[in-house]
């Protein structure tokens, strides 16, 4: 039998903050941009559960939390003392599987199959590395177990926070029909409306329809929903331990044209992506360019070097071409960022914390 875990750290970001800041313990706060007494830009990345209780979330507009809590702990992102924590963790984590694949800066999947022979097994493992990753480096997380990524990856969604979560391969239907379909892992909030649009509320709806018609509808996709919708993820745990990518993101204080400006902000990502990429000892070939524009619109563009590198002047040089490729003259620019990966083709869900 395959079994197989998803660490995900509880409210990660301001945990970490808890962690060197203590006295902000059980008072809600986020980390996030500077709300500047509510006309700040940008967004909250995360707030802790006291903050969450007053609605406050990850995405959403910083103004927006400001306006609602004002009184909260409003902490700027430091990505390198999360990038640390997160280390540590994923160091420790890595202790515990036959195979190892990181996820997100705060997520990762483990193989224990051979370790844990069964459920038991596995569920007093789980326990001892949560206790193991509190006590050495006094951060909470959550953890699924199951036989698949897939069900892992719901039943941790469920045990947050702090907690462990087993769903046997008998429990995993009956455990994920009664979630929303919004819920199902690949699922996400354009898609969710797409689906309660054909009636597909739950994700037991998507598990009783005839995978014909999804298939008709959504094509690969709509075989993938189904299989997801039924428990069924056949997908190995990835061995992966290497960075994937390297990024920055900036909004503009008011939405821009000006090339000075945003190439400009673009040189200064660059140098500061070329720095971390240095310190990892990580070589890119593709450098991407993301736009943002004044109506929301977002626009990726890439481009593949014929070589790895590790010139930091490069990322500049080419995101700069990208930009002047691509950008539409005279358009307004809420935000740029700029990143660097060594995959030619980058698979996988995009978060901000990949890209921030
Ligand atoms: P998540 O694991 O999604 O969120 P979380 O750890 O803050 O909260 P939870 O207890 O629900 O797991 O993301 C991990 C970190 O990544 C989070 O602390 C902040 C960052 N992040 C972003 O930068 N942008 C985002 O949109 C999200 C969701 C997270
Ligand atoms: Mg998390």
Not at 133 to 153: E, M, Q, R, W
Not at 179 to 206: I, Q, T
Not at 268 to 296: C, D, H, P, W
Request: with cysteine; charged share 35%; hydrophobic share 35%.
């Amino acid at each position: 039998m395959r079994l197989i875990a998803l660490i995900d750290m509880d409210y990660f970001f301001v945990a970490c903050e808890e962690l060197r800041h203590p006295e902000i313990k059980s008072r809600p706060a986020v980390v996030g941009s500077d709300p500047k007494q509510g006309e700040g830009r940008g967004v909250v990345m995360t707030a802790n559960y006291a903050a969450r209780k007053f609605g406050l979330r990850s995405g959403m507009p910083i103004y927006l939390a400001y306006r609602i809590k004002k009184d909260a702990i409003y902490l700027p992102v430091d990505f390198d003392y999360y990038e640390e924590m997160s280390k540590k963790v994923m160091a420790l984590v890595k202790t515990y599987a036959d195979k190892f694949e990181q996820v997100s800066i705060d997520e990762a999947f483990i193989d224990i199959s051979s370790r844990a022979k069964d459920y038991d097994a596995a569920l007093e493992q789980m326990r001892k590395l949560k206790q193991e990753v509190k006590d050495k480096i006094g951060l909470p997380c959550s953890i699924g177990i199951s036989t698949n990524k897939l069900v892992a990856k719901m039943a941790s969604d469920d045990a947050k926070p702090d907690g462990i979560k087993l769903v046997k391969e008998d429990e995993a239907k009956e455990f994920l029909s009664k979630k929303p379909v919004g819920d199902l892992y690949g699922v996400g909030r354009k898609m969710r409306k797409v689906l309660e649009d054909f009636g597909y509320k739950s994700v037991g709806d998507l598990a009783k329809a005839n995978p014909v018609v999804l298939v008709e509808r959504f094509k690969s996709y709509g075989a993938e929903l189904y299989n997801y919708a039924n428990g069924r993820d056949e997908s190995e745990v990835q061995e992966n331990w290497e960075v994937k990518s390297i990024g920055r993101e900036r909004t503009f204080e008011r939405d821009t044209s000006d090339r000075y400006e945003i190439t400009k902000a673009i040189r200064e990502m660059s140098k500061e992506v070329g720095e971390e990429m240095k310190r990892q000892g990580f070589a890119f070939k593709v450098v991407t360019i993301k736009l943002r524009y004044s109506n929301f619109e977002e626009n990726l563009k890439s481009r593949s070097l014929t070589h790895r590198s590790v010139d930091p002047e490069e990322i500049a040089q080419v995101a700069t071409q990208l930009f002047d490729k691509y950008a539409e003259t005279g358009e307004e620019l809420r935000k740029v960022g700029v990143r660097v990966s060594n995959f030619a083709k980058y698979k996988g869900q995009k978060r901000m914390a990949e890209y921030a």
